[in-house]
């Protein structure tokens, strides 16, 4: 019951466009798993696009379709989350993480890449690491903000973001 209109297909087209110029030539990965069980059994994630470079540069590729909040591609957790799933056992020189945005103004345009070495990557490892590992504790700490609770399902009855406003 999904009406497929103009804009979805010329939204759909800067993506693909993208994908397929980039990708030429090299191995592109489209909507694969990955697998992050290496840092906790139960993280992984359906990647939209990666192109994989061995020995050069791994390109990890999001589609965001909404237009009301553009999305960074700079410091993008899930990016980042992505990028250490594919990058984990092979060996890239660095890792650039790309927003394709059609439907949202941005000054940068709809399509934003951060490049960062593989040092980065590493880094994140042990950051989401140590934040698996909180989620753990038999009590685990919330941190309300506007930005970690824009999108949870359950801010209507956390007991964190309620203290928090009171």
């Not at 209109?5 to 087209?13: F, I, N, P, R, Y």
């Not at 592109?28 to 994630?45: H, N």
């Not at 192109?51 to 700079?74: R, S």
């Amino acid at each position: 019951n999904v009406v497929i209109d103009q804009e979805m297909l010329d939204s759909a087209k800067v993506y693909t466009d993208y994908v397929r110029e980039k990708g030429k030539g090299k191995e592109v990965s489209l909507e694969d798993r990955v697998d992050l069980s290496f840092i906790d059994p139960e993280l992984f994630g359906t990647n939209d696009a990666a192109i994989i470079e061995p020995f050069g540069t791994l390109e990890v590729i999001d589609l965001k379709y909404g237009k009301g909040v553009p999305v960074e591609a700079v410091e993008n957790p899930q990016l980042l989350y992505y990028a250490t799933g594919i990058a984990h056992g092979g060996e890239f020189s660095q890792v650039r993480m790309t927003i394709v945005q059609p439907r949202a103004e941005h000054p940068d345009g709809p399509i934003r890449s951060w490049t960062v070495d593989m040092d980065r990557i590493r880094a994140f490892e042990k950051e989401l690491k140590v934040a698996v590992d909180a989620t753990r504790v038999k009590e685990p700490k919330f941190n309300p903000s506007t930005e970690a609770c824009r999108w949870c399902l359950g801010k209507a009855t956390c007991p964190a973001l309620k203290s928090k406003a009171l």
